[in-house]
């Protein structure tokens, strides 16, 4: 009974199969003739529709150029002027941290150079 259920299945299962490859052969069979069927104005107007989408693919091209030359223009001048400040900010707090570290330099000198009693 089990290898009677197992032909059948796989006789199923082989039939199903060849029944799908051989609509899948019709149906590319009838695109392809569909396909021969155009005609030429059909062919330049995809042709046309081709060459207007380049066009318009360059053009977007252009303008995503023009604004990051703009927006990479405007960023650095921002960046220069926020370097700018910071520079401005720091510059007493390292001349202080300068003046410190002359500071502990000097004591040390001073303390290595302490006379010291025998």
């Known amino acids: 009974m089990n290898a009677a259920k197992i032909t059948l299945g796989l006789a199923v299962g082989v039939a199903t199969g060849v029944s799908l490859v051989l609509m ?3 149906n590319q069979t009838l695109q392809a003739q ?5 005609l030429p104005s059909d062919i330049s107007n995809e042709v046309d529709t081709i060459q207007s989408q ?6 977007h091209a252009l303008t995503i ?3 990051g030359t703009d927006f990479a223009k405007s960023i650095s ?11 401005a900010d720091i510059t007493p707090n390292i001349q202080r941290l300068q003046k410190y570290l002359e500071n502990i330099q000097n004591r040390g000198e001073e303390i290595t150079n302490f006379p010291t009693k025998k």
């Open 54 to 59: 380049i066009h318009q693919i360059k053009d």
């Open 65 to 67: 150029k023009k604004d």
């Open 24 to 26: 899948e052969r019709q």
């Open 34 to 38: 569909n396909t021969n069927k155009k």
């Open 77 to 87: 001048g921002e960046i220069k002027t926020s370097i700018g400040e910071f520079k």
